[in-house]
Nanobody, 115 residues
Framework: VQLVESGGGLVQPGGSLRLSCAAS????????MSWYRQAPGKERELVAA????????NYTNSVKGRFTISRENAKNTVYLQMNSLKPEDTGVYYC?????????WGQGTQVTVSS
């Protein structure tokens, strides 16, 4: 299993970023996918999750209405569109999948929201 995130960067408050996570090594279309983030000095938290077919989506309360998770099973890729970014959204963002009872993580992509 390999997960590779991209799309992070430095953005001003109110700006947008789109994160991507390219997956390989498992049958992507059969598994739910998640995005997590870890802010400096804080524990990693679940940001959003999407079921294998995309029919069920969940968000943590702090990003509802601003972030959108989606997936393209034909491209083995999951996305996180982040709008109206706030300084408190700063952190390292990871995609994750649980396959056969084991959790896998990518290397993460840094998102910094600052003026």
């Amino acid at each position: 299993v390999q997960l590779v995130e991209s799309g992070g960067g430095l953005v001003q408050p109110g700006g947008s970023l789109r994160l991507s996570c390219a997956a390989s090594g498992f049958t992507f279309s059969s598994y739910a996918m998640s995005w997590y983030r870890q802010a400096p000095g804080k524990e990693r938290e679940l940001v959003a999750a999407i079921t294998s077919g995309g029919g069920r989506i969940n968000y943590t309360n702090s990003v509802k209405g601003r972030f959108t998770i989606s997936r393209e099973n034909a491209k083995n890729t999951v996305y996180l569109q982040m709008n109206s970014l706030k300084p408190e959204d700063t952190g390292v963002y990871y995609c994750s999948v649980r396959v056969l009872g084991r959790g896998y993580w990518g290397q993460g992509t840094q998102v910094t929201v600052s003026s």
